[in-house]
């Protein structure tokens, strides 16, 4: 069991994902700081709209830590922080500490394997588009791998405009063949 601050956003990132944010709360200032000062990250998770916030069940269970790979202050005075995702977890138990800050009691999530036998040509072809098509994507990307099956379906799964229920579906999979399955009729 490991224990993760937790952040809670609408949108997810994966392992190997990047995200800009913008920190101005001080609970999450104070995650962010502490985070960069023991180097260990937090965890980001996504919001779940019909879960009970005074039980701490507005939060989805799969989650993914991530560490701060940049920092800046903004025009606007507050800290722009860049993330990177690192390996998901599954979030056991969550408290509240004193300033509203979440910390949950976490377990590491089954690494997805790669699978040879799935064809994601159609889905790897259409990530390239999109980043051909969104600069602020591509430039969060300096090196893109878009050779690793695996790194696209997250990306995909990181950008789908579907319900956050649904990416928590396609999270918790074995493995990922069913996911490129459907990626590949989303995008035919």
């Known amino acids: 069991m490991i224990t ?3 952040f809670p956003l609408s949108a997810h990132i994966l392992p190997q994902g990047r995200m800009a944010l913008r920190i101005f709360e001080p ?3 104070r995650m962010v700081k502490n985070a960069c000062s023991t180097q260990t990250g937090f ?7 019909k879960g009970d916030k005074e039980r701490n069940e507005h939060i989805h269970a799969v989650g993914t830590h991530v560490k701060v790979i940049d920092f800046d202050m903004l025009d606007d005075g507050l800290l722009g922080i860049t993330v990177e995702g690192d390996k998901c977890f599954n979030i056991e138990q969550v408290v509240t ?3 509203g800050l979440r910390v949950g009691q976490c377990i590491w999530s089954e690494v997805w394997q790669p699978e040879s036998k799935t064809d994601s040509a159609l889905v790897r072809q259409r990530l390239i588009d999109i980043f051909n098509k969104y600069p602020e994507i591509k430039d969060l990307y300096p090196e893109p791998r878009f ?5 696209v379906v997250y990306r995909w799964l990181e950008l789908l405009p579907v319900s956050a229920e649904k990416k928590q579906q396609l ?3 074995r493995d ?3 996911t490129i399955e459907y990626l590949t009729q989303l995008v035919k």
């Open 4 to 6: 993760l601050p937790l």
């Open 27 to 29: 609970r999450y200032v």
């Open 171 to 173: 999270m918790i999979q």
């Open 147 to 151: 050779d690793d099956p695996l790194w």
């Open 43 to 49: 965890g980001v998770c996504m919001l779940n709209a």
């Open 176 to 178: 990922y063949v069913k």
């Open 97 to 99: 500490e004193h300033d």
